[in-house]
């Protein structure tokens, strides 16, 4: 029985958590917040995740350094923004070669760096992978089945993580490119807000259909450009995912997106969502990215200016709409 400490007690921690112990693992889940383990402890559910009952035997631990060292295997399941500051806390109790898998998304705005750049950066004497894919923790609690990707480094890790985490309701590619994987689940975030804000102002299915297909060419064409590969892209970590948080109201990104749609600012959607939007704090990234590559993203910009430059949504929209006359696909030629 692998022992898995869960580092973070969200709902898609808890999610994890859940799948890993019918999966057979002894499982503990740690949290900065004393209260957030309180509640944990005493309902056996998340406020978040009603009617999902937590099991008695998933552990809730307040010590870092006991959750660490009692590991074989740590699932790094905080917030984006977190994810630097935790695993500085981490680095003293981590063996070497101890695996970190990082299931969330996003990309830190001052440095670039994907979140498992960032816990190794932090953490060097770790071996680090990542886990993504269409997956809201909602349904995943709940044993409805879906598919995800795993990515590591060397391939037997990949397959470690596959045997640990697939389930008959929870099934589990491998891949090497783990930062095909990470830009493909922070980027497809930014495109779900815009996919929101279309939404929020009443427009429809061709809209939402346009801004997916027209978002994924803007992820390819980085991803093209930052060297991972397209295959990864048009795979679980990218397509798949930027499906599912465009269209579902699980996605915190979508819903924040709405709120922005219908003319709330963006402090007034994040607070109404009472979670981390992870598409506001990787859409600044996304531009520095395309800026830095030289990558034609217009939604990206336009969601950047919505955001944090008070431009009305039905403008950013327009100008969209009414940009210079482009071919859909220049690589492919015409006939002479």
């Known amino acids: 029985m692998k022992k898995v400490s869960i580092i973070g007690a969200?709902?898609?921690a808890l999610g994890l958590a859940i799948l890993l112990y019918h999966n057979g693992a002894e499982v503990t889940m740690w949290s900065a917040l004393e209260d957030e383990l309180q509640m944990l402890r005493q309902n056996h559910e998340?406020?978040?995740?009603?009617?999902?009952?937590?099991?008695?035997?998933?552990r809730?631990?307040?010590?870092?350094?006991?959750?660490?060292?009692?590991?074989?295997?740590?699932?790094?399941?905080?917030?984006?923004?977190?994810?630097?500051?935790?695993?500085?806390?981490?680095?003293?109790?981590?063996r070497d070669g101890q695996v970190i898998v990082d299931v969330a998304k996003g990309i830190e705005e001052s440095t670039l760096m994907t979140l498992?750049?960032?816990?190794?950066?932090?953490?060097?004497q770790a071996e680090v992978a990542v886990l993504s894919g269409p997956s809201h923790a909602e349904e995943v609690s709940r044993r409805i089945p879906t598919t995800c990707v795993v990515g590591a480094a060397k391939r037997e890790t990949a397959q470690m993580l596959q045997n640990l985490f697939m389930s008959d309701v929870f099934r589990v590619y491998t891949s090497p490119d783990v930062k095909g994987i990470e830009l493909g689940g922070a980027l497809k975030n930014v495109i779900a807000l815009a996919a929101g804000i279309a939404d929020g102002l009443g427009y429809g299915d061709n809209s939402k259909a346009a801004l997916i297909t027209r978002g994924m060419a803007e992820i390819a064409r980085l991803g093209h450009a930052m060297g991972v590969h397209e295959e990864t892209l048009y795979g679980l970590s990218g397509i798949g995912d930027l499906i599912v948080t465009c269209a579902s109201m699980h996605s915190r990104n979508?819903?924040?997106?709405?709120?922005?749609?219908?003319?709330?600012?963006m402090d007034e959607a994040m607070a109404?969502?009472?979670?981390?939007?992870?598409?506001?704090y990787s859409a600044k990234a996304a531009k520095?990215?395309?800026?830095?590559?030289?990558?034609?993203?217009?939604?990206?910009?336009?969601?950047?200016?919505?955001l944090f430059s008070d431009k009305p949504a039905r403008e950013a929209v327009r100008d969209?709409?009414?940009?210079?006359?482009?071919?859909?696909?220049?690589?492919?030629?015409?006939?002479?």
């Open 10 to 12: 969200g709902t898609w």
């Open 46 to 58: 998340h406020k978040n995740l009603p009617g999902v009952r937590i099991p008695e035997e998933i």
């Open 60 to 94: 809730m631990e307040s010590d870092l350094e006991k959750t660490v060292k009692q590991a074989d295997v740590l699932v790094m399941a905080v917030a984006s923004i977190y994810t630097r500051q935790t695993a500085a806390r981490m680095k003293p109790y981590v």
């Open 116 to 124: 498992s750049e960032q816990i190794h950066q932090e953490i060097p």
């Open 254 to 265: 979508r819903r924040a997106g709405i709120l922005i749609g219908q003319g709330k600012t």
């Open 272 to 280: 109404e969502v009472h979670m981390v939007v992870e598409g506001v």
């Open 288 to 306: 520095a990215l395309a800026d830095r590559h030289g990558v034609y993203m217009p939604i990206v910009e336009e969601v950047n200016k919505v």
């Open 320 to 336: 969209l709409m009414l940009r210079d006359r482009r071919i859909e696909s220049p690589a492919i030629p015409w006939p002479e």
